[in-house]
């Protein structure tokens, strides 16, 4: 990799939050809403199981609980930055579907969605036709900003396959789904890469998948990213400018849900699963995680576009 033309601009001071602030807060609340979420909270075409209770019955509880704005607004972003079992209003979705995975969203994003939900609520089927809005594409126009832009992609895709491993998980158990990620993990970000018009692929310096070994470029990225975890700082997203490309790489971290295929074999992992595992990956270096560590990162890359800024490199602070 020549890394001789990257010329090296850290901004440290520009947060995703800074520029979440500069684009309309309900335009933003919307756009995180339908890209985001509703890949698991629409409700199911005929023939696909729910993931996830409806929106319009998680509004009706929120609002149900919470009189104010302020209070609704608090209690559902607190949640989705840090879904737990003491912070739900809904224990028997929780028990029916698992609690919702993590989605590393900043505060101020929940904040931008939770304000849109708290304003508009969803009907229940039948009162209402049901627009159609999943897989929205993002487009560029929207926010001129790459890092910020690539972090949408990428937490789209997230939603994506985050949705289609629950579901795999729910129906198939952790072998199922196991089977599901070895056939679909690759197709299923190449889908999302393509609504939107951008090349996305998950990388890492302990790949499962050989095609998803890191470059010389990206292992540098990861090594100092772990770094800055071990110190107990947030990871930080890196916006590189090459040739006219802008490529943007984004941390991915661990969390519960992800131990029972990537965590240390005698604590989180079943025998069954590690065989399994080793029959699918016979090099697999993917396990032995704990709890929020580097799995891996995203790597989302497509052409400068104009509007872009003029710096070679954005380093942002990641909310993870
Ligand atoms: C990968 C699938 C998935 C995605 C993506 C997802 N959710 Fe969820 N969500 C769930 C599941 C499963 C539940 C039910 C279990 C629970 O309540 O934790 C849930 C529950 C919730 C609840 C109710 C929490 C409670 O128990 O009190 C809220 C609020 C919520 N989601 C908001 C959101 C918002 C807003 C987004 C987008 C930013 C989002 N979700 C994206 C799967 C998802
Ligand atoms: C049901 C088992 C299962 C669960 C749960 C799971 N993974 Fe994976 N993961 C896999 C498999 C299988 C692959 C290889 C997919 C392929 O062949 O492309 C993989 C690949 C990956 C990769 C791509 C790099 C590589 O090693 O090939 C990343 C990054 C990743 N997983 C992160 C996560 C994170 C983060 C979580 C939790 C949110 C998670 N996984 C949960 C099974 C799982």
């Known amino acids: 990799m ?3 033309r990257i010329v090296l601009i850290s901004l440290l001071g ?35 199981q729910r993931v996830a209770p409806p929106m319009f019955a998680v509004q009706k509880h929120y609002h149900r609980q919470h009189k104010s704005a302020t209070d609704f607004i608090n209690h559902l972003s607190q949640f989705i930055t840090q879904p737990s079992k003491e912070n739900s209003l809904m224990p028997g979705a929780v028990q029916k579907f698992g609690l919702m995975p993590q989605l590393n969203i900043s505060l101020s994003e929940a904040k931008a969605v939770a304000t849109y939900l708290y304003h508009n609520p969803e009907r229940a089927p039948g009162h209402q036709r049901q627009a ?57 970000t190449q889908q999302v890469a393509e609504q939107q018009g951008v090349e996305i692929k998950r990388v890492s310096d302990k790949n499962r998948n050989p ?35 802008d490529t943007v790489y984004i941390p991915i971290t661990t969390q519960a849900m992800c131990l029972q295929c990537h965590g240390q074999p005698d604590i989180h992992m079943t025998p069954q699963t590690l065989n399994e595992l080793k029959r699918l990956y016979p090099d697999d270096q993917a396990i032995g995680y704990d709890l929020n560590q580097l799995r891996g990162i995203w790597v989302i890359s497509q052409a400068t576009t104009a509007a872009a800024q003029p710096a070679n490199d954005i380093t942002s602070d990641e909310n993870n």
Do not use: W
Request: one cysteine or more; glycine letters at 6%; charged letters at 15%.
């Open 2 to 4: 020549m890394q001789a």
């Open 14 to 48: 520009l947060s995703t939050d800074a520029i979440s602030d500069n684009v309309s807060l309900h335009e933003n609340g919307k756009t995180l809403y339908q890209t985001l979420c509703q890949v698991c909270h629409s409700q199911p075409t005929t023939g696909t």
């Open 132 to 188: 159609n809005v999943s897989n929205p594409v993002i487009h560029q126009q929207d926010t001129a900003d790459p890092l910020k832009t690539s972090k949408t992609h990428a937490l789209a895709a997230k939603a994506e396959l985050g949705k289609n491993l629950l579901t795999a998980i729910n129906q198939k158990g952790t072998i199922g789904a196991l089977g599901f990620c070895h056939e679909n993990a690759m197709n299923l």
């Open 211 to 245: 095609n998803n070994a890191a470059n010389q470029s990206e292992l540098t990225y990861i090594q100092t990213t772990k770094h800055q975890l071990s110190q107990g700082k947030s990871p930080e997203a890196k916006l590189l400018r090459q040739d006219n490309r």
